[in-house]
């Protein structure tokens, strides 16, 4: 299993603004993934972050308004740069993990994103 | 510590068969449960119960909540292949605004 961690949990963010949100992982993962959760409504991919390559990104977000990192194999930040309220969402870390020969997917515990 | 278990973690059955998955959680400040339905990357939300005793359903899909014994069940009837899939709980809670996922439920649907 992987345990993720996610900073800050939450934060309120003026517009304009931008906000760095960090993701730890306790052990090696090759991909991790980020979503975003707005009340109600599916989980949405914004973008896949492979260590050592350009993150790839979903139909409908770009690398300007929500730049990644992936320096190593256990952290990731997303950036969401030039905020409005439309960005207010949870966003969510992700990583795949081996369950047996199965894959299962891990979910960091989110940060809540109110932008005024 | 918070948590969120889901059982069974697999299961295989046959198409026109009903399954029932279950989730259990101990989360301090229970907001809400979710459930989601994941067939590749991104999971489809499926359900947020917030009340107890109270049956959502979305055509074949059903699901209820008991706060009491802390426990959420998702019901499928009449499965169809397509119903394939990681089914994900989640809990979101407040006070310090955190949503806890489960290890999903891996339903395989045979023809």
């Known amino acids: 299993s992987a345990v993720i961690s996610q900073k800050p949990s939450r934060d309120i963010c003026q517009r304009g603004t931008s906000l760095t949100i960090q993701c730890q992982v306790d052990s090696q993962v090759t991909m991790m993934f980020w979503y975003r959760q707005q009340p109600g409504q599916s989980l949405t991919l914004i973008a896949t972050?492979?260590?050592?390559?350009?993150?790839?990104?979903e139909s409908g977000f770009v690398i300007d308004k929500f730049p990644i990192s992936r320096p190593n194999l256990t952290f990731s930040t997303l950036t969401v740069s030039n905020m409005s309220p439309e960005d207010s969402s949870i966003y969510l870390c992700?990583?795949?993990?081996?369950?047996?020969?199965?894959?299962?997917?891990?979910f960091g515990p989110g940060t809540r994103l109110l932008v005024l | 510590e918070d948590k969120v278990v889901q059982s069974p973690l697999s299961l295989v059955v046959h198409e026109g068969d009903t399954v029932t998955l279950n989730c259990s959680y101990e989360v301090t400040n229970f907001r809400s449960l979710l459930w989601y339905k994941q067939e590749k990357k991104a999971p489809t939300f499926l359900f947020m119960l917030?009340?107890?005793?109270i049956e959502k359903k979305s055509g074949r899909l059903s699901s209820i909540l008991d706060k009491k014994e802390l426990f959420s069940i998702l019901n499928i009837t009449a499965t169809q292949t397509g119903d394939s899939a990681v089914y994900l709980c989640?809990?979101?809670?407040?006070?310090?605004?955190?949503?806890?996922f489960g290890k999903g439920t891996r339903l395989h649907i045979l023809p």
């Open positions: 992700s990583v795949e993990g081996g369950r047996d020969t199965q894959e299962t997917q891990y």
């Open positions: 972050a492979n260590q050592g390559s350009e993150a790839t990104y």
């Open positions: 989640a809990v979101e809670a407040s006070g310090d605004d955190k949503i806890i």
């Open positions: 917030t009340s107890s005793g």
